[in-house]
C-alpha cells in the first residue's frame, strides 16, 4: 500500500471515542486572535478553503499539501448560550 493510500486510509478510520481524551469545554483557553488563509489546491483538485494559520495544509479532497494565499486576522469571540441572549442578566 502506498503511503499516500496508508494517510486516507488511518484518516478516515479515526478512534473510536474513548481514546480521546475528556475535554472540559468551560476549560479550554482559545486564543484572542488568529490568522485565517484562504488556501488553493492544484487546478486539477479544485479545492480551496479557509484553514487556521498554523493547523495543516493537507488537502481533504486529495490529501496534498494546498498551496496559502491571503491571510487575514481574525479576532476570537466567546460563545454565547442562546438562554444568555434570550435572557441577559
Ligand atoms: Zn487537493
Request: hydrophobic share 30%; net charge negative; aromatic share 12%.
Amino acid at each position: 500500500m502506498t503511503v499516500e493510500r496508508e494517510y486516507w486510509k488511518k484518516a478516515q478510520e479515526g478512534f473510536s471515542v474513548e481514546n480521546y481524551p475528556d475535554v472540559n469545554d468551560d476549560e479550554v483557553e482559545f486564543p484572542e486572535k488568529g490568522y485565517i488563509t484562504y488556501a488553493v489546491c492544484s487546478r486539477e483538485c479544485g479545492n480551496a478553503e479557509f484553514i487556521v494559520d498554523g493547523s495543516t495544509q493537507i488537502c481533504d479532497r486529495c490529501g496534498r499539501t494546498m498551496f496559502r494565499t491571503a491571510v487575514a486576522e481574525y479576532r476570537f469571540v466567546r460563545h454565547i448560550p442562546a438562554e444568555e441572549l434570550l435572557n441577559p442578566s
